[in-house]
């Protein structure tokens, strides 16, 4: 079956970066294209980037310039890459395979969630 497993989260100060992985298996990953999501406490889930199956990106506006999303489809892994971290980034981030072919943005068009991992940025 699929399974996406988040990993790389952790505590970081305010300003500075942190990569996230979410290593995929039981799907053919290189025809995937992959989301990345995030829930801060107390709020919905939202998007935050996509990459295509060719490596092309969407990101949403609230991380564009300051998150990059990459994949490397020999280690069947997709990555997202933040900088310039701020309080407002702490949140469970992520990430999933796309399905439908709708609003990119919408939880709906995406199946084969992982577990997340916990992202906590300090001020």
């Known amino acids: 079956q699929v399974q996406l497993v988040e990993s790389g989260g952790g505590l970081v100060q305010a300003g500075g970066s942190l990569r996230v992985s979410c290593a995929a298996s039981g799907l053919t990953f290189s025809s995937s294209a992959m989301g990345w999501f995030r829930q801060a406490p107390g709020k919905q889930r939202e998007f935050v980037g996509i990459?295509?199956?060719?490596?092309?990106?969407y990101y949403s506006d609230s991380v564009k310039g300051r998150f990059t999303i990459s994949r490397d489809n020999a280690k069947n892994t997709v990555y997202l890459q933040m900088n310039s971290l701020k309080p407002e980034h702490t949140a469970v981030y992520y990430c999933?395979?796309?399905?439908?072919?709708?609003?990119?943005?919408?939880?709906?068009?995406?199946?084969?969630w992982g577990q997340g991992t916990q992202v906590t940025v300090s001020s």
């Open positions: 999933a395979v796309r399905v439908g072919s709708q609003d990119v943005t919408t939880e709906s068009q995406y199946n084969y």
């Open positions: 990459i295509s199956r060719s490596g092309g990106t």
